[in-house]
């Protein structure tokens, strides 16, 4: 990637993030910004092998789906590559599916090298790493980052233990072999006990298995039900996160035969994976 390409990465992931609500370093809650900012966020437990996100442009809408099985740590890092792909690339290309390989940066195509650039540059950017170390790691410049600080890296970006180690050898802030030490580390001593131990937040190393499904989602599945798009049971499971049933929304339905349910679901992708 360009360096001249990277900077304009640079620019528009600040440009999302001064929008956005800040601890002192990191961003507070990015599914809630997610939201606040225009974007139709659908969060579903699809399951640990299904894919881990897309993006999609409906209409006038850009919808970004996240796999909430995965660790929370790891939804998040795919929240933020979905975004960038929403940012970087919706001109061009309608959608982008995302699993393992194109998160975990294994993937050879540019625009999701670019996706997970933003990602890093949104979650971790370099003023604000720099600062954390100067005034939360004491006498970092001699004694350099233990695992315990990694943590500390963790809880306060909200990133995962990986994601802070590729970001802190990009940034240039420790080496190959620092970065190998400290992974052993991590094996040996266990995120969730390092975590635990320097206060920060557990949650980041369990998946979340959040659901939420933005209200006007109704009408896309009813519409898809009456089109003979999905089955009844996917329909029932759908209402069921907002608390309703199918009489809720009977005058909204139209007949159709049992016969009529052996389609899959759409919309959503596959709950039933």
Do not use: W
Not at 45 to 51: C, F, I, R, S, V
Not at 181 to 210: C, F, I, Q
Not at 265 to 272: R, S
Request: negative net charge; contains cysteine; charged residues 30%.
């Amino acid at each position: 990637m360009l360096d001249s390409r990277k900077r304009e990465i640079r620019i528009k992931a600040d440009s999302f993030r001064v929008k956005c609500k800040i601890s002192r370093y990191g961003i507070i809650d990015l599914f809630k910004e997610c939201e606040r900012l225009g974007y139709k966020l659908l969060r579903y437990p699809l399951g640990e092998n299904a894919d881990l996100g897309f993006t999609v442009k409906r209409d006038n809408d850009i919808v970004i789906f996240t796999n909430s099985c995965s660790r929370l740590s790891r939804e998040i890092f795919t929240l933020a590559h979905e975004i960038g792909h929403a940012i970087l690339h919706l001109a061009d290309t309608d959608s982008f599916i995302d699993d393992h390989v194109t998160i975990n940066g294994r993937s050879t195509d540019i625009k999701e090298q670019e996706a997970n650039y933003f990602a890093a540059c949104l979650l971790m950017p370099s003023d604000d790493v720099g600062r954390f170390l100067d005034l939360e790691i004491q006498n970092f410049p001699e004694k350099g980052l233990s695992a315990m600080d990694i943590a500390r890296i963790m809880s306060e970006f909200s990133v995962s233990f990986d994601m802070a180690l590729n970001r802190l050898e990009s940034l240039g802030i420790i080496d190959s072999n620092q970065k190998l030490r400290l992974d052993n580390e991590k094996t040996e001593k266990r995120v969730g006990n390092l975590l635990r131990s320097v206060g920060g937040n557990a949650r980041l190393n369990v998946p979340g298995n959040g659901i939420d499904i933005p209200y006007e989602y109704i009408d896309y599945v009813i519409y898809n039900y009456n089109h003979n798009a999905i089955p009844k049971e996917t329909l029932e499971r759908v209402l069921a996160c907002y608390q309703l049933s199918i009489e809720d929304i009977s005058d909204k339905l139209i007949e159709r035969s049992d016969d009529d349910d052996d389609e899959l679901d759409d919309l959503i992708g596959g709950l039933d994976d």
